[in-house]
């Protein structure tokens, strides 16, 4: 029998917004590329955190990765000058600290302090209250110091433990390798610093130069991409008048990850990802 409106006795007596709550909503969440499918009850709904990933702190990226990176894992971003390699890396650490409480490292053999500092506000990234607050830790070593670098590691890694960092961005590895003179010594040193990143266990982003063949094969200097967990390609694409930055995630061990190539777009407020018009992925 039916009531007003034509809802039945036993529907007009549910009290005011079961009938709503009872209703299956789907929430699209990239974990293992699964539609996870809940009933509203009145309390919120609980989404699953993988806490085996990082997220990398650079919105479109995660949904684009399951998520984030693997945590401990080591990921190459390579490219070509002003593809925004750097940018991508300080924004990895930033975020980290601030929307995720992961402290950070920043060891470089090419930027100067005062310059990441001031680039990075340009943003509204404070690295310097970071560092003040014993968040983040910055490290300079001259080319010439390289070796250096390597024979400091117990020491880093004491630094690692005192402020419980959990990130760290090396930039650039071409310009830590360019200092040995030969590829033997070269690979050598290079294995030796990825023995010591697993060490540390901290999720790691390596920047390197790199360049994209025409059948999309990447290339970072000295072929260290074949060494990591992960690499991250940046590009320029150009059609006509339109040029544009592109990502394609070239690899990620253990990650179900997007294969087509995807648009960079730089705000006020650093690196956005985006999916890419088809028209520029051919390009």
């Not at 650079?58 to 390579?78: Q, R």
């Not at 690295?127 to 490290?139: T, V």
Request: net charge neutral; glycine share 10%; aromatic share 8%.
């Amino acid at each position: 029998m039916r009531g007003k409106k034509g809802k039945t006795k036993k529907e007009a007596k549910k009290p005011a917004g079961t009938a709503a709550a009872e209703k299956l909503i789907k929430r699209k969440h990239l974990i293992g590329e699964k539609m996870l499918e809940q009933k509203v009850t009145g309390a919120p709904v609980v989404i699953p955190v993988d806490k085996e990933r990082t997220p990398t702190g650079i919105p479109g990226l995660d949904e684009f990765v399951e998520g984030g990176f693997e945590t401990k894992s080591v990921v190459i971003i390579a490219g070509g000058p002003g593809t925004g390699k750097s940018l991508m890396g300080l924004q990895f650490l930033y975020n980290g600290a601030v929307k995720e409480g992961e402290n950070g490292m920043y060891i470089t053999f090419e930027e100067q302090k005062e310059v990441a500092y001031r680039h990075a506000k340009k943003f509204g990234w404070d690295f310097e209250a970071l560092e003040h607050e014993k968040r983040f830790i910055f490290l300079e070593y001259p080319p010439h110091e390289v070796e250096r670098f390597i024979s400091e590691g117990g020491v880093i890694e004491d630094m690692i433990n005192e402020y419980n960092v959990k990130r760290i961005v090396i930039d650039s590895m071409t310009s830590f390798l360019m200092i040995y003179d030969n590829d033997y010594r070269r690979r050598q040193a290079f294995l030796k610093v990825m023995e010591t990143l697993r060490k540390w266990g901290c999720t790691t982003v390596l920047i390197s130069e790199g360049s994209i063949t025409e059948n999309g094969e990447v290339h970072t200097p000295f072929d260290i991409e074949h060494l990591s967990d992960g690499l991250l390609a940046l590009r320029t694409a150009r059609r006509g008048d339109i040029s544009e930055i592109v990502l394609e995630i070239v690899k990620l061990r253990g990650t179900a990850h997007e294969r087509s190539p995807l648009l960079v777009r730089f705000t006020e407020k650093g690196i956005s990802i985006l999916p890419l018009h088809p028209i520029l992925a051919r390009a």
